[in-house]
């Protein structure tokens, strides 16, 4: 009893300055990220989490992205179901047009990203990033998982973010398309005009997110055709 | 050694506070003095087993001089009803540290459906149940109560019943039958919308409330 005694002593302070969430689908196995980290795979239990909101992305193939913000309250445990829906895989007609967001090392540019059958085309709105790729020379189509450098404000939001004590990198990567092609890489996300051109901050939400998948599997399904073109 | 012995410890010479150092300290003295006690948890197995594998629908018709039930099944896509309830037993469980609780693999389950099936309590469970304890969690039904009539209110439900038994005797250690409500928020068919998202949700909320049910009702238990 004694012992009990002590461990609770010494174990109740740290527990009430944090709480849980507990995330469930219904499709098993959904990869779990928690402010760009991933934490796991549904069900699971995700602990030592601090007070105050927080970014859910839930992401598993074939299924549309699933973003969400949670609150969280010391010494509770906040509760989430979704129910994952299945992603559209018919192709669009081509070409297909996108206003994209490009990554570059430090920060990045918008412009537009045209899909065709056999090429993925970008020209940045100032001019100054254009590039071609051919889709047969792609060597990877990917999804980025995990939290990305800054991708906006360079060394001044680095600087801030430093001194407030936040974390340098933003975890806002979960939903980024790669192309990897022979001597570059490219990161991108996609979004709708409407929403997210206005904003000063380049802001992944969910209908980045789900452009962005859109963006993916596209390219992926003209990739994977070409593959297949090639072995024949 | 010697340069050891000579250092003076003073609170002003410790670089952990105070208050951190006693607390690792407290600690250790704690584990040391419960490690026999959490060796000692009986290992037990939770084993789910359905007896409809589908979201039953209970249709209750109304008519002037009598009642017509329709019992209908809808296919949850997708979500695995067995594993979620056990997770969630197993979440609300684990709670409870008498007992170190894992889930039942397949070849357990599998070895356990006779047992499920029997229709008398009695004799040991399987060889291959290597456990302490084993949690059979049998489900009669999950699903959905509908009807026209205005007394009888639309409902999710769940009927399941629960028994621990020892595996080498089959005896029964502990028994509980729950049948746990929750009011439908809309018609049956406008939940089965977007990929059967009010089905799911609803169904998904008996199952926690039940599980705290049964994390309640066996912490009471003297087992």
């Known amino acids: 009893m004694l012992a009990l005694g002590l461990l609770l002593l010494a174990l109740a302070a740290p527990q009430a300055d944090t709480g849980s969430i507990r995330v469930k689908t219904d499709v098993a196995a959904v990869q779990v990220f928690l402010d760009g980290q991933e934490v796991g795979q549904t069900p699971l239990t995700i602990p030592s989490v601090a007070p105050g909101k927080h970014q859910l992305s839930l992401i598993r193939a074939g299924y549309e992205d699933h973003m969400e913000e949670i609150s969280v309250q010391a010494g509770a445990t906040a509760r989430v179901f979704v129910v994952m829906k299945r992603s559209q895989s018919a192709l669009p007609p081509l070409p297909v047009q996108y206003r994209a967001y490009h990554q570059h090392a430090s920060g990045g540019c918008r412009g537009t990203l045209i899909v065709n059958a056999g090429t993925v085309d970008f020209r940045s709105d100032d001019g100054k990033d254009v590039f071609h790729v051919a889709v047969p020379t792609i060597r990877s189509v990917a999804r980025s998982m995990g939290s990305a450098p800054l991708i906006v404000g360079g060394l001044v939001e680095l600087a801030i973010s430093a001194k407030l004590g936040q974390k340098l990198l933003r975890p806002a990567d979960v939903a980024a398309c790669r192309i990897e092609a022979p001597g570059r890489g490219y990161g991108f996300w996609a979004y709708e005009q409407d929403s997210a051109e206005p904003a000063e901050k380049f802001v992944v939400d969910a209908v980045v997110s789900q452009k962005t998948k859109e963006l993916y599997e596209l390219i992926y399904q003209l990739w994977s055709d070409s593959l297949e073109k090639g072995k024949k | ?223």
């Open chain 2, 1 to 223: 050694m010697h340069q050891a012995s000579n250092a003076s410890f003073t609170p002003s010479h410790c670089s952990l506070p105070i208050n951190r150092a006693l607390r690792i300290v407290a600690v250790v003295i704690a584990v040391l003095a419960l490690a026999p006690a959490l060796y000692s948890q009986s290992k037990t197995i939770i084993a789910v087993h359905l007896r409809t594998p589908e979201f039953v629908v209970h249709d209750v018709k109304y008519r002037v001089f009598f009642m017509k039930q329709e019992r209908k099944f809808i296919p949850l896509n997708d979500y695995d009803f067995s594993a979620a309830l056990a997770d969630e037993l197993l979440t609300a469980l684990s709670e409870d540290k008498r007992v170190a609780w894992r889930p039942a693999d397949s070849k357990e389950s599998e070895a356990l459906v006779p047992v499920f099936e029997r229709k008398k309590d009695e004799g040991a469970l399987p060889d291959s149940i290597k456990a302490d304890h084993v949690l059979l969690v049998d489900v009669f039904e999950y699903g959905a109560i509908v009807s026209s009539h205005p007394l009888i209110k639309d409902e999710f439900f769940i009927n399941v019943s629960l028994k621990l038994v020892a595996p080498d005797t089959g005896k029964k250690l502990w028994s509980k039958r729950f049948f746990d409500r929750l009011k439908l928020p809309g018609k049956l068919a406008e939940l089965q919308a977007d990929n059967q998202k009010g089905l799911k949700s609803g169904i998904n909320t008996v199952l926690e409330q039940v599980s705290r049910k049964v994390k309640d009702k066996f912490k009471e238990a003297k087992v």
